[in-house]
């Protein structure tokens, strides 16, 4: 995984491929020679985006939350990436139990099932490298997110503790805590909530969302060998808004 194609002939999967992060993530993996699973549980959206990009890519229907599904999806790869995730705009008093348990089903669960069975094959071999996808959210309150900052606060802590146990297999583990992205995922996020995209671009020190290039740019470092020396670290990639 050196050299200017990072990733040439790694193994790589990631979740939550089907659009925004992910597919950028995938698309970026992909053109630095990885063999790329897309995975998704839109798999008509995984399927396009891998006749996109072609062989070697391949798509997968994935449910993050189901071990089942999860445990053969793991095996044998060199790279996890960790994105699939969804949210939820409600205060505490007004989140129903059963939107806090799917959030964290996916978010937190969901996470905690792809690195179990993904450590395994890493560390019969050696080696690995794993990228989880946070949130600033996990790291500031957000109004209206109360599910959805513990679940990811939940990612931060797990990607820490499987840093700690694995770097003597030759595993790092990581996560970025992207800030507000210009996605499918989060102009959906708006519609529910009522918000405005200028007044999320309002609220950024940089004057502007991210976009999901900019996060895979951060993923395909951490990723790679080039972050040999990175475990156990949280990338924030947020604008500014946590430092303001």
Request: charged share 20%; with cysteine.
């Amino acid at each position: 995984m050196n050299g200017d194609a990072r990733f040439s002939g790694a193994r790589a999967l990631v979740t939550g491929a089907g659009s925004g992060i992910g597919a950028a993530v995938a698309r970026r993996l992909a053109a630095e020679g990885a063999q790329v699973v897309l995975a998704d549980l839109d798999l008509e959206a995984v399927e396009a985006l891998a006749g996109e990009l072609g062989a070697p890519a391949r798509a997968l229907q994935l449910d993050v939350r189901d071990e089942g599904q999860v445990a053969p999806a793991m095996a044998d790869l060199d790279v996890l990436i960790n994105v699939a995730g969804i949210g939820s705009t409600t205060p505490a008093p007004e989140t129903p139990l059963e939107v806090w348990e799917d959030v964290f089903a996916v978010n937190a669960r969901g996470t905690f099932l792809c690195c179990k069975h993904a450590i395994g094959g890493m560390a019969a071999r050696g080696r690995g490298s794993i990228v989880n996808v946070a949130s600033v959210a996990a790291l500031v309150g957000l109004p209206n997110r109360a599910a959805y900052c513990a679940s990811k606060g939940a990612v931060v802590a797990l990607t820490r503790a499987l840093a700690v146990d694995h770097v003597s297999d030759g595993i790092r583990v990581n996560a970025v805590c992207p800030g507000t992205v210009d996605s499918p995922w989060v102009r959906r996020l708006v519609e529910e909530s009522g918000e405005s995209l200028d007044a999320l671009r309002a609220r950024q020190p940089l004057g502007r969302l991210g976009t999901p290039e900019e996060i895979a740019e951060a993923v395909a470092y951490l990723a790679s060998d080039r972050a040999g020396f990175v475990t156990g670290t949280v990338f924030v990639i947020d604008g500014g808004l946590t430092a303001a």
